[in-house]
């Protein structure tokens, strides 16, 4: 019977394992990614923790979990070196021994065989599970995950590899998870994505739009502010949460983007392929985050003709084609230069629409009248040419961040009224 709204929510124990986590290798993606994965299936994340590769750490940790939490999660430590110790320390910490997996053994072998390469006794540690427990085929990798009930208990184990860690949860885990009731059915909440409107006058808001019981919860990030709605003691169902979205949407206005998950890029593409319109961007200080963004979509290709990074006032004026004049006149980071970097796009690539970034990012640079952090759009379309002028706080990264979705939302709102003109006139 899958988990009901109402019912208490499962909590959930993440260990990631991986002395590259806590020495700063890498990020540590996979507590943002099973966090908003978990959270959307009404399993509430209660603890978080990093381990080292060091077997007597990650034993107490899993012990300690297995205590407290109804899920632990384990990712890392599943590879056939001997730092990868996270089955060992599961059989330790839950008294069970480790058998022989045969099954992932055979998939093992004819992996190996089909890139010619020979199984070694340390590849062999892969093909290892603790009793009761099940391997959970990884088609991208050489190790399964695991997957283990014990009463009311439940482990996963997942490999560290994004790559393979991400289908295996969404694909395999997240059923088993339903199936015992452990995850709901559906999405736990609703999720309202907003952008323009700052979290308190948001929150203002939509309290008065509540039912008695319902919770709210924010997250903000570079701008793009989303509140999510859950039922929290009032029972309600999908859609009664729904009814607060819709009022949510019409209380905000354009500030509204979307109910759900979609990024400002993937509305971007999708919208433009609805209405048949291609775009081209033009970028001096985000330096190409706004083209990454957009081909990080599937589909772009549909819409996306060109892109050109024009960094310097020689590569504007010799390869992009702004007048020189304007940036003798107005400097390279101006409305006037903006517009320009919109226009010529357009005309280079033979698109309908294009947008431009130029600005500050810093830590250098700027002026009194234009500090570091001020950044120009602009925007060419068909019924004319726009340019708008934006202050971002933050270092280097950030402003570079918030300049390319405050660019993405911009055409999103321009599209939405060029959509409203096409059906006027019957374009």
């Known amino acids: 019977m899958a988990q009901t709204q109402s019912s208490q929510p499962c909590r959930a124990h993440l260990i990631n394992i991986g002395d590259e986590l806590l020495e700063g290798v890498r990020p540590n993606g996979h507590l943002v990614w099973l966090g908003e994965q978990l959270a959307r299936r009404g399993i509430r994340l209660e603890q978080a923790s990093i381990v080292r590769d060091e077997l007597p750490a990650i034993a107490d940790e899993i012990r300690q979990a297995w205590s407290r939490c109804d899920l632990v999660i384990t990712t890392g430590g599943m590879g056939p070196t001997t730092d990868d110790l996270a089955r060992d320390a599961v059989a330790q910490a839950l008294g069970l021994p ?184 033009a970028e001096s200080c985000t330096g190409g985050l706004l083209a990454s963004n957009l081909t990080d979509i599937p589909g772009a290709s549909r819409v996306l003709v060109g892109s050109l990074v024009a960094y310097t006032n020689d590569a504007k004026v010799g390869v992009l084609g702004v007048p020189q004049a304007l940036i003798d006149q107005h400097g390279a980071v101006s409305a006037e230069v903006a517009a320009a970097m919109a226009t010529a796009a357009t005309e280079r690539f033979g698109a309908h629409h294009g947008l431009a970034i130029t600005g500050f990012a810093g830590p250098d640079g700027g002026t009194a009248a234009d500090p570091v952090g001020t950044v120009y759009l602009g925007y060419a379309s068909p019924s004319g040419v726009w340019s708008r002028r934006i202050v971002v706080a933050g270092d280097r990264a950030q402003v570079k961040v918030r300049a390319v979705n405050t660019a993405l939302d911009w055409l999103r709102r321009k599209l939405s009224r060029y959509a409203v003109e096409d059906a006027i006139h019957g374009a």
């Open 98 to 281: 480790l058998d022989p997996d045969p099954e992932a053994e055979r998939a093992l072998r004819a992996r190996f065989a089909k890139i010619g390469r020979e199984v070694g006794p340390l590849d062999l540690r892969q093909c290892r599970l603790p009793r009761g427990a099940v391997s959970l085929p990884n088609p991208r990798g050489t190790s399964p995950a695991l997957f283990l009930r014990s009463g009311e208990r439940r482990l996963v184990m997942l490999p560290g590899p994004g790559l393979e860690l991400r289908p295996v949860f969404e694909q395999q885990v997240v059923p088993l998870l339903r199936d015992d009731g452990s995850a709901c059915d559906g999405e736990a909440y609703v999720q309202v994505r907003t952008f323009g409107i700052g979290a308190a006058p948001l929150e203002s808001l939509i309290r008065p739009l509540l039912r008695p019981g319902m919770q709210l919860t924010f997250g903000t990030h570079s701008g793009v502010v989303d509140a999510r709605i859950s039922p929290g003691s009032s029972g309600a169902c999908c859609d009664a949460m729904m009814e607060v979205a819709r009022a949510v949407r019409d209380a905000v206005g354009d500030d509204f983007v979307c109910t759900g998950h979609s990024t400002l890029a993937q509305l971007t593409v999708e919208r433009l392929g609805r209405l048949g319109r291609t775009l081209a961007v």
